[in-house]
């Protein structure tokens, strides 16, 4: 296959782009195409495609009518109205989650790392349904899960369990959360995961909404514990919101700490959280990865699938004005999120895999800011069927 | 003209609505449309037009190629390039104006308040260009200027005297800008602009991003101004960042004195900077409005023309997730922008002015959170044609 004249983000000028078995095998310059399909992407800028590096697909109603959010204002108030509600609506619902792979999809995401409920109400329900899922997708999708004790370990018995079940079971990583803010003790929750992790070979991915010291803290421990453990490139952190609570030089300092230890950070700059400092973090080294959270379900209503959409909203959030800050955000929505998932990080390069999206746009930073609907998306070097977006969130053709 | 069969904000199920001679003659019950054109809107939103409540129209670089942020991290980097740019691009430029105005109408904005830049260097040149483009729009933009002072006043010499001269060319607001942070004398500054205000009649629209004490303390003096001048109703703050670095309790009280003089505030939500408190000054009876700030201009690339996805960054970072929450945002961009504009502030009601949307949305909530572009838009009584968007910010037609 040939695309026919983009312009390739991070290339002078725009160029043909040969792709074979699955593969970018030339890139500019010129190369008989007499037998080849041909794209025309002239005015179209070509990036890696997108990947959305932390959702809760189990959790979505996305796709179905709107459902009026109805927690309380408090952790704990959404935390019941989670258990309360889930099985009255069908959560883990596998139509809703099939539905929001292929908007994902239709936008140009390849690559998804999705944290599904493990507990003993839920059990492995949703890991069950999560994968029954993506194979609905075929090979258009591939899908991380992350074992996620949502409601605790230390404070949730028999979670513990669970998770090295969900382990053998074919999930990619061991999640944790607030080992002190929620799980009440830190120290021992990280003994669980890093454990976990260990012990089945996996990755760890740790959500931390703690704020403040104690945040921070808990960074410091992470990181320390990679260190200690060699497990650098194999662990992240999600939302980090502490960060925000520091000044320059703690922040600096706690950079540092992560950049050595070998800790991912994801953000998704959502709602009105701190945002990690992207530009600082990557500057030292540590891969910055992007993802919604939650979209469209009981924790809230908000989110569309779209990753280049998400990266807007982690460059606005970020204060990013100029190309080079806008596209910091752009880089975490694909080559940072190859990094986590521990795929080939190459963007369009010559050997690198055939995932990409055309957009129409003439500059990488115009791409996040306008983020328009129509894409063309190539997987695994193929361009997949063009679907009917409609913004509503109900597919077409569902 | 009778559209029929839209669900309609805030009444119960679906309701036809006849309009006559540009006003809501009906709404529910039967009857008689047999004379009458008939918009189907059967599974529709209806609500009021949008109303963008803040915004630089003179500076915008809209539907034009995009121009990479060129100006340093400081107020005094962004203003020095603005200066130094601006005639290089021509800069106000009507046909980008007219574009974006174009854009704001497609997606059911109706009225607009604009703050043009007015300094020894412009003069009155942006007043005379935004007139004219508004003026290509004819009666489906209404557009009031504020005659804004964005390099200061008291350190500007000159600006004192234009401001004067541009409230009599026909602008409906005197602005004002940082009295402190800015302009080095805030009582000085004040004594200025209410006093034009007062002089010519008009209202007053004071941009202040001075945070913390100092920023609390002059919305104290400009509310207190307001009261002993009687001039509730007239004078608004736009951005208020202050309130992010108060407690709950100095808030409240903050809160009550505007709410008591009558002051107006305008938001954005923009970037990462504070969101004035809305339910809190909504609670109180504050008018709160809302708007972009800048669309794609010197000062930042960022903003579409869409007062829907203006209300939805206004919710996400106020952290609304419940349907009631979601819609003071959508509130602020429709009836808050009314008051502001000294307009009439019903929405779809019978002798209401038929300015109003259909948005492809089952609730209000779901419409912010998805915004989708296809809109029927109603002013004054007629339907706009449908104009292809693009959201590349370049207008098809153009």
Redesign the interface.
């Known amino acids: 296959m040939v695309l026919r004249g983009p312009h390739i983000w991070g290339h002078d000028g725009p160029a043909d782009v040969l792709i074979r078995d699955g593969i970018v095998a030339e890139v500019g310059g010129t190369f008989d195409s007499s037998d080849c399909e041909v794209v025309d992407l002239s005015g179209q800028l070509l990036i890696p495609s997108l990947v959305e590096a932390h959702c809760h697909l189990d959790k979505t109603l996305y796709g179905g009518?709107?459902v009026?959010?109805?927690?309380g204002d408090t952790l704990a108030d959404r935390i019941a109205n989670d258990r309360d509600r889930r099985r009255e609506l069908g959560i883990p619902d596998i139509d809703r989650i099939v539905a929001l792979l292929e908007r994902m999809s239709s936008f140009g995401t390849t690559h998804v790392r999705t944290h599904t409920d493990v507990d003993p109400d839920v059990g492995l329900l949703g890991i069950e349904v999560v994968e029954a899922a993506a194979e609905r997708l075929g090979d258009r999708m591939v899908v991380q899960q992350v074992a996620f004790p949502q409601h605790g370990i230390v404070t949730n018995p028999g979670t513990e369990e669970l998770l090295a079940d969900a382990a053998t079971a074919g999930v990619r990583a061991i999640g944790g959360i607030d080992p002190a803010g929620m799980d009440r003790d830190p120290v021992r929750h990280l003994d669980v995961v890093f454990g976990l992790a260990e012990r089945f070979g996996l990755d760890l991915d740790i959500h931390l909404h703690d704020g403040g010291t104690l945040g921070a803290w808990e960074l410091e421990l992470i990181a320390d514990r990679t260190a200690a453990l060699s497990m650098g490139g194999r662990v992240a952190v999600s939302h980090a919101y502490a960060f925000g609570d520091l000044n320059d030089h703690q922040q600096d300092l706690l950079v540092d700490r992560l950049a050595h230890a070998g800790v991912a950070i994801v953000t998704g700059a959502v709602?009105?959280f701190p945002?990690p400092p992207v530009k600082k973090l990557r500057a030292a080294g540590v891969t910055v990865a992007c993802g919604h959270d939650g979209i469209r379900d009981l924790w809230?209503?908000?989110g569309?699938g779209d990753m280049l959409e998400r990266a807007?909203h982690l460059a606005?959030?970020?204060?990013f004005?100029?190309?080079p800050d806008?596209e910091l955000a752009l880089e975490a929505a694909t080559i940072g999120g190859r990094r986590l998932l521990g795929l080939d990080p190459r963007g369009v390069e010559v050997g690198a895999p055939a995932d990409l999206v055309a957009i129409?746009?003439?500059?990488a930073?115009?791409a996040v800011?306008?983020?328009?609907?129509h894409r063309t998306v190539i997987r695994a070097g193929r361009a997949l069927p063009q679907r009917p977006i409609?913004?509503?969130?109900v597919e077409d053709d569902a």
């Open positions: 009518p709107w009026p959010h109805s927690a709602y009105s945002v809230g209503p908000y569309s807007m606005y959030r970020s204060t004005r100029s190309d806008i129409d746009a003439g500059t930073a115009e800011v306008t983020h328009p609907d409609d913004v509503t969130g």
